[in-house]
């Protein structure tokens, strides 16, 4: 009886730690997104605290392994990385680094489908924009679609 006590109270635990840490995460996509809006800039503190929430999911979320979590970060990162170094202001460091802190967060096989929602969410948005207003050479923050594609991602990978 006292065994069954414990190993409840620690699962119970896990799934406490688990959601906060999701709800912390969600926090800090809502945050990088309006001020990527705004001033069309990720500042590094928050994409360092997303980055610290993966960290902090290692000890209360064992899955993904860390293994995985290190390859959806390199991942997520690395196609928006190549992005602005073939073609600089096309996409910001605050962008790869959202991008890169999420793939940690979420791990390898929820961070592709966070990129791909997140890029054709992007996308319509700058077709909508070309049909409608001509907007050829506006710029646009990613970072809110990037954000809407992580939290899609985090959605899903718990079954939601």
Known sequence: QMR??????????????????DVL????????????????????????????????????????SIRMRLAGAFIAGLPLFAAAV????????????????GGFFLGLSAVWDSLAFGMALAGGY??????????REQKIALGPFLSMGLMFGMFRSMGA
């Open 126 to 135: 700058c077709l909508c924009l070309m049909l409608l207003r001509n907007g």
């Open 25 to 64: 995460f969600m926090g800090g996509l809502i945050i990088a997104s309006i001020c990527d809006f705004k001033k069309r800039k990720i500042p590094d503190a928050i994409t360092g605290f997303l980055f610290l929430t993966g960290v902090a999911a290692l000890f209360w979320m064992p899955q993904p």
């Open 86 to 101: 073939c073609r600089p202001g096309a996409v910001g460091g605050g962008d790869v680094k959202l991008m890169a802190a």
């Open 4 to 21: 069954w006590n414990v190993q409840y109270e620690d699962r119970k635990m896990k799934e406490t730690g688990s959601y906060l840490l």
